[in-house]
């Protein structure tokens, strides 16, 4: 998703800069898989690199490496590829991925998302609400002010 790399790029780094490793606040993330097979992919993959600690390195490794959508560059080749270039057991890897281990989370969360509101990627929940337009729809990609703005009255700032 092209909004989500924008996110990564522009919005993500300030966020854990200035508010996850000041204590402020926690980033969590939920897979939302909606573009098609390699974007289920690449969460499962995710979730795989997990397994060996590595999930946060595979996640910035997959938005440096994005490609347009579903035109290849998260195929499943490709994605154990990843693995070995941040020096994961492959074997291992590619057995979760094969195995389509994590499909099931990565679907339930997805339906988890959409339950709650998420109608876009990326969507930013603070507190439980979803950082949103007057419309109710996600802002995804907006500049980081717009997510400070909401932080910091949130922290009395």
Known sequence: CP?????????????ISQYVNTGKAKFV???????????????E??????DQGK???????????????????????????FAGALG???AQFNTCLDT?????LVQQETQAGSAIGVNGTP?????GQLVADGAGNSVGAAPFTTFQA??????GK
């Open 88 to 90: 994961l057991n492959t």
């Open 29 to 43: 993330w939920k897979d939302y898989a909606f573009l098609g097979p390699e974007s289920t992919w690449a969460a």
């Open 100 to 104: 389509d281990k994590y499909a099931s």
């Open 123 to 127: 969507a930013t929940f603070i507190n």
């Open 55 to 81: 999930f946060w390195a595979y996640h910035d490794y997959l938005y440096n490496h994005q490609g347009k959508e579903n035109s290849g560059a998260f195929s499943k080749a490709n994605l154990k590829k």
């Open 150 to 155: 909401v932080i910091d009255k949130l922290l």
């Open 3 to 15: 909004f989500c790399e924008r996110y990564f790029q522009q919005v993500e780094p300030s966020l």
């Open 45 to 50: 993959a995710a979730r795989c690199a997990n």
